[in-house]
């Protein structure tokens, strides 16, 4: 799927091809308009398409649709960066943590823990744990990726 720019600069390709019915400037056109494809196609990729939380969606894991999810919302950023040290460790660089969770083994029980919305809403951080709870560890590439 191209991204959503890369559409733009195609229709306005197209739109140029549907103008012009003189024979040699459509052939001409239709030349250009297939290299610039060509172009906007080569231009324009730069992999899957992002979300909100700034992942893709690499692969399932497993999937579980039935969970037990608890959810632990903190009022302060400086509780919440406190419990993510306890959890992740006291070397973890907490300060660029948004929301994190936690997954049973065993069983389908589910802990995420964030910010209370009426503090700081980020619901598509919510929802990048809640995947996590679904479908377990979905961008490990983009994570190695990150740490290198
Ligand atoms: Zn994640």
């Given at each position: 799927?191209?991204?959503?720019?890369?559409?733009?600069?195609?229709?306005?390709?197209?739109?140029?091809?549907?103008?012009?019915?003189?024979m040699m400037k459509l052939t001409t056109l239709l030349t250009l308009s297939i290299l610039g494809l060509g172009l906007f196609l080569s231009s324009c990729d730069d992999g899957p398409r992002r979300a909100a939380d700034g992942y893709y969606f690499e692969e399932k894991e497993f999937e579980k649709t039935s969970l037990g999810v608890t959810v632990v919302l903190f009022e302060t950023r400086r509780e919440f960066e406190e419990t993510a040290k306890q959890k992740l460790g006291r070397d973890f660089p907490v300060e660029n943590v948004a929301a994190f969770g936690s997954l049973s083994v065993v069983g389908n029980n589910c802990t995420i823990y964030t910010m209370d919305a009426s503090v700081q809403y980020e619901p598509e951080f919510l929802g990048h744990e809640l995947a996590h709870c679904i479908w377990g560890r979905f961008h490990e590439k983009q994570n190695i990726a990150r740490n290198r």
């Open positions: 799927m191209l991204p959503k720019l890369c559409r733009m600069c195609l229709t306005n390709v197209f739109k140029g091809y549907i103008i012009n019915t003189d």
